[in-house]
């Protein structure tokens, strides 16, 4: 870990802070040894959700969550099936392939256009793109573009 990674933070109270699970940007940590023990404080700022979009002539556009999978996926399939729960779609202009895709923290390749221009749609697509590992997921998981994280100045 350094700063500038993205934590998930798990096993919250959420008595006291509404969610059991939050994101942030580590921004570094302090180290206090002790005889007891080793206590490590995470200086974590808040992940603010980023909305992206991208259009060749309209084709398709994502934000709003409003892409999902379609159907449970194991974590060596190679297609899978988009749906949209607005009237986008993905474009069907094999110019605009290969596309990064965000798989709910996984990252996927789409190596090909879908053969269809309604919601669902079946992609062919690469798993695990690094720097992420291939991993089953389920029904309605969120589908958005892959944004590279970035580190601040």
């Given at each position: 870990m350094f700063p500038g990674c993205v934590v998930t933070l798990t096993g919250l109270p959420p008595a006291y802070l509404g969610v059991t699970t939050m994101y942030g940007v580590l921004e570094g940590w302090d180290e206090r040894p002790s005889v007891n023990g080793y206590e490590v404080t995470l200086n974590v700022s808040p992940l603010t959700p980023r909305e992206s979009s991208f259009s060749t002539g309209d084709s398709f556009g994502f934000g709003d969550g409003n892409a999902y999978l379609n159907a449970a996926i194991t974590n060596s399939a190679t297609s899978l099936v988009l749906a949209w729960t607005s009237g986008d779609v993905l474009s069907t202009t094999a110019a605009d392939y290969p596309?990064?895709?965000?798989?709910?923290?996984?990252?996927?390749?789409?190596?090909?256009?879908?053969?269809?221009?309604?919601?669902?749609?079946?992609?062919?697509?690469?798993?695990?793109?690094?720097?992420?590992?291939?991993?089953?997921?389920?029904?309605?998981?969120?589908?958005?573009?892959?944004?590279?994280?970035?580190?601040?100045?």
């Open positions: 596309l990064d895709l965000n798989l709910n923290g996984e990252r996927v390749t789409i190596t090909a256009a879908p053969a269809g221009a309604t919601s669902p749609q079946t992609l062919t697509v690469t798993r695990g793109v690094a720097p992420t590992v291939a991993r089953a997921h389920n029904q309605y998981e969120p589908v958005e573009l892959y944004t590279p994280a970035t580190l601040a100045p």
